[in-house]
């Protein structure tokens, strides 16, 4: 999760003198850190201040992760023997707390016994945003686009005694915001109720 650090690794017990270690990112395999006759090097700027190399082993440990250092790690260890190794990094967003507010936009009425809902996050990707009626999942969504808001509808009866969440979640952590019927939907129903019958009586 951003903000974490993750430490990578070598299985090296000690590092030999005559051995070479270097970490490379990406697609590119660009060197971002690398122990040459014990001095460290970190070349890469886009890892500035977040790099440290472990002196006995050779490990490599990421601070302060942000979503752009997600990829692969190479480890190539030169010397007497030549081994490599790889890694996939993930790195997943904090998840903002969802949002349930009531959806106006929908015809309103007298009789009308159901109360629409929306539920809505900003700045989110790789999530999944979903209604729950207890464990049992109404409907999902998920969409990764930065500029945009992610929502999604639920309609209830007034009198329903259900009880409903808006979940969103990711491959490692979640955020729900539970429904109170009575506050978000009976309140607001009363009070356009009233001003519609004071329209009625003008």
Request: a negative charge.
């Amino acid at each position: 999760m951003e903000g974490d650090s993750v430490t990578l690794n070598t299985n090296v017990t000690k590092i030999r003198k005559d051995e070479d270690i270097l970490w490379k990112y990406g697609a590119e395999n660009s060197l971002i850190a690398q122990i040459k006759r014990e001095k460290h090097i970190f070349p890469d700027e886009r890892f500035r201040d977040r790099l440290k190399l472990d002196d006995q082993t050779g490990s490599l440990t990421i601070t302060n992760t942000r979503t752009e250092h997600a990829g692969v790690y190479q480890l190539l260890i030169s010397g007497a023997k030549r081994s490599t190794k790889a890694f996939n990094v993930s790195v997943y967003a904090r998840l903002p707390t969802p949002n349930i507010t009531r959806d106006y936009s929908q015809n309103l009425s007298l009789s009308n016994q159901n109360c629409s809902l929306v539920c809505s996050v900003l700045n989110v990707c790789d999530a999944t945003l979903s209604w729950y009626a207890g464990i049992s999942v109404l409907s999902s969504i998920s969409v990764c686009d930065l500029s945009i808001s992610l929502s999604l509808p639920l309609e209830v009866e007034y009198q329903d005694k259900n009880t409903y969440s808006c979940v969103l979640n990711n491959p490692i952590s979640n955020q729900t915001t539970h429904l109170d019927i009575n506050t978000l939907c009976h309140t607001h129903s009363g009070t356009i109720m009233v001003n519609i019958s004071d329209y009625l009586l003008n």
